[in-house]
């Protein structure tokens, strides 16, 4: 059974850097399709960033060039920095891996962006 737990959602201020965390267990990661989605209140779910199957990064046109997809396969672990935060990026971001036959997804960390 594969978990993954995301942290580092916070309160930051607009222009400012945050990055988050999905942390996996039950599986170490391979070059499975992972990344990212938000979704904001009363919006619907967006996908923001994603590793391919072929290890390729993809980014929806709204954060790419400000946010940045990782992974670190020793630590099992997949990130999205983001920066120069905008108020608009205010969601609650969720991982996810695709490893077949199942998605798998995490619960989610909230990100405000205020000040």
């Known amino acids: 059974q594969v978990q993954l737990v995301e942290s580092g959602g916070t309160l930051v201020q607009p222009g400012g850097p945050l990055r988050v965390s999905c942390a996996a267990s039950g599986k170490p990661f391979t070059d499975d399709e992972m990344g990212w989605y938000r979704q904001a209140p009363g919006k619907s779910r967006e996908l923001v960033a994603r590793?391919?199957?072929?290890?390729?990064?993809v980014y929806a046109y709204s954060v790419k060039g400000r946010f940045t997809i990782s992974r670190d396969f020793a630590k099992n672990t997949l990130y999205l920095q983001m920066d120069t935060l905008k108020p608009e990026d205010t969601a609650v971001y969720s991982c996810?891996?695709?490893?077949?036959?199942?998605?798998?997804w995490g619960l989610g960390t909230q990100v405000i962006v205020s000040s």
């Open positions: 996810y891996a695709h490893i077949a036959p199942r998605t798998y």
């Open positions: 590793f391919t199957n072929l290890g390729n990064k």
